[in-house]
Antibody, heavy 114, light 112 residues
Framework: QVQLVESGGGVVQPGTSLTLSCAASGITLSNYAMHWVRQAPGKGLEWVAVISYDGSRRYYADSVKGRFTISRDTSKNTLYLQMNSLRAEDTAVYYCAENSYGYWGQGTLVTVSS | DIVMTQTPLSSPVTLGQPASISCRSS???????????LSWLQQRPGQPPRLLIYKISNRFSGVPDRFSGSGAGTDFTLKISRVEAEDVGVYYCMQATQFPRTFGPGTKVDIK
């Protein structure tokens, strides 16, 4: 049974950093590309970033490029999203998802506010 | 970027009656590998998204057969043959043909 569990969300001030984690079980991250998708309060879904199954390729939405970094630790079977220079518009629930989008975590809320 | 549009944005339906949602992409979703990576996701209130349909018409594991997808190129449709109370939520189409991945704005389905 595949399970993805995000953590690391919270309330932070603009301009600061935060790192989200997505712990996977039931799948081996080194076999799958993984995505981060976010959803601002009351809004639709926005794709954020992807890392390839072997970690060699990463793509980002223009809205986060240069500020966010997707990575993973295969020894911990965990996906990460390092978020720097956070802005109010980054406020959202952040979901990790397996490449087919068949498996999603429950999400972690990031609130950027002064 | 590929822009995804959906109609209607809101769909009040009667229990037991069919429902249909249309999705259009700003360019063809046919990938160079010949596949069309158009998916449909359901998001119930307070829940993460759930994959219903992938590659236009393939139901994901555990998805009831009252859900079906069709279409080609730039025009796609999700149909619910007989709406049940548990189908209330927001439905998104999504393209995975190219980066960035993009989603439609969502269609809210609720019961009349």
């Amino acid at each position: 049974q595949v399970q993805l569990v995000e953590s690391g969300g919270g309330v932070v001030q603009p301009g600061t950093s935060l790192t989200l984690s997505c712990a996977a079980s039931g799948i081996t991250l080194s076999n799958y590309a993984m995505h981060w998708v976010r959803q601002a309060p009351g809004k639709g879904l926005e794709w954020v970033a992807v890392i390839s199954y072997d970690g060699s390729r990463r793509y980002y939405a223009d809205s986060v490029k240069g500020r966010f970094t997707i990575s993973r630790d295969t020894s911990k079977n965990t996906l990460y999203l390092q978020m720097n220079s956070l802005r109010a518009e980054d406020t959202a629930v952040y979901y990790c998802a397996e490449n087919s989008y068949g498996y999603w975590g429950q999400g972690t809320l990031v609130t950027v506010s002064s | 970027d590929i822009v995804m549009t959906q109609t209607p944005l809101s769909s009040p339906v009667t229990l037991g009656q069919p429902a249909s949602i249309s999705c259009r992409s700003s360019q063809s979703l046919v990938h160079s590998d010949g596949n069309t990576y158009l998916s449909w996701l359901q998001q119930r209130p307070g829940q993460p998204p759930r994959l219903l349909i992938y590659k236009i018409s393939n139901r994901f594991s555990g998805v009831p057969d009252r859900f079906s997808g069709s279409g080609a190129g730039t025009d796609f449709t999700l149909k619910i043959s007989r709406v049940e109370a548990e189908d209330v939520g927001v439905y998104y189409c999504m393209q995975a043909t190219q980066f960035p991945r993009t989603f439609g704005p969502g269609t809210k389905v609720d019961i009349k």
